[in-house]
């Protein structure tokens, strides 16, 4: 079955920098990946995907880069905020199933 | 966006008892519904998947019998847990898909059991 390893587990970075999360699936049939916030007690937000026939996805600050040869995707925050401090998980499903397979997550810490 | 709605927030209930525990879409119907178990620091770990007018399929490791999923209508789904002991406090969250989408999916804002 498909695997996603996360990485970093945990990221700090000055307000205003960017901040980088990678993940790697193992399965080359997977064809989505989302990226989802978690902020402390509540539900993840979906806060950017993108399909395999795309390389690259962006909205406002907020982007994200798929690389299939490679089998990595990359979530990419610039100019970041203390706001998005909180825990980012990403996932990838395969074509044809139901049920996304998560990362370890990475707890994400903006300093002012 | 979709909305998925999940009650109560939170829950305090007495060991042996049960609790039920509703994931609606609110503004979509949804086929498929997730439920999943989050323990603190802790990745989502999938407990089952309930399919409309259908019995849930559990994750290895899960007991069907502990955990009770329903998914009556298209936009509800419930998940019980019975007899239940201090081991299974834990955050539960629910998720949804569109009926017809393929992948994304929208979470409710979870749920957090304690059980004394």
């Known amino acids: 079955g498909e695997n996603v390893e996360q990485h970093p587990s945990t990221l700090s970075v000055q307000e205003g920098d960017s901040a980088v999360i990678k993940c790697t699936y193992s399965d080359s049939a997977s064809n989505y990946f989302p990226w989802y916030k978690q902020e402390l007690g509540k539900g993840p937000q979906l806060i950017i995907d993108?399909?395999?026939?795309?390389g690259e996805k962006k909205d406002q600050r907020i982007a994200v880069t798929l690389n299939k040869t490679a089998k990595h995707f990359s979530l990419h925050i610039t100019e970041t905020q203390p706001e998005d401090s909180a825990v980012y998980f990403c996932?990838?499903?395969?074509?044809?199933?139901?049920?996304?397979?998560f990362g370890q997550g990475t707890r994400l810490t903006i300093n002012p | 966006g979709a909305v998925v709605s999940q009650h109560p927030s939170r829950v305090i209930c007495k060991s042996g008892t049960s609790v039920k525990i509703e994931c609606r879409s609110l503004?979509?119907?949804?086929?498929?519904m997730f439920w999943y178990r989050q323990f603190p620091k802790q990745s989502l770990m999938l407990m089952a998947t309930s399919n409309e007018g259908s019995k849930a399929t559990y994750e290895q490791g899960v007991e069907k019998d502990k955990f009770l999923i329903n998914h009556a209508s298209l936009t509800l789904s419930t998940l019980t847990v019975t007899s239940a002991h201090p081991e299974d406090s834990s955050f539960y969250i629910c998720s949804a898909r569109k009926e017809g989408a393929t992948g994304e999916l929208f979470f409710g804002e979870g749920s957090r059991l304690t059980v004394l």
């Open positions: 503004d979509f119907q949804a086929t498929t």
């Open positions: 996932a990838a499903i395969i074509q044809g199933a139901q049920k996304l397979v």
């Open positions: 993108i399909r395999s026939n795309v």
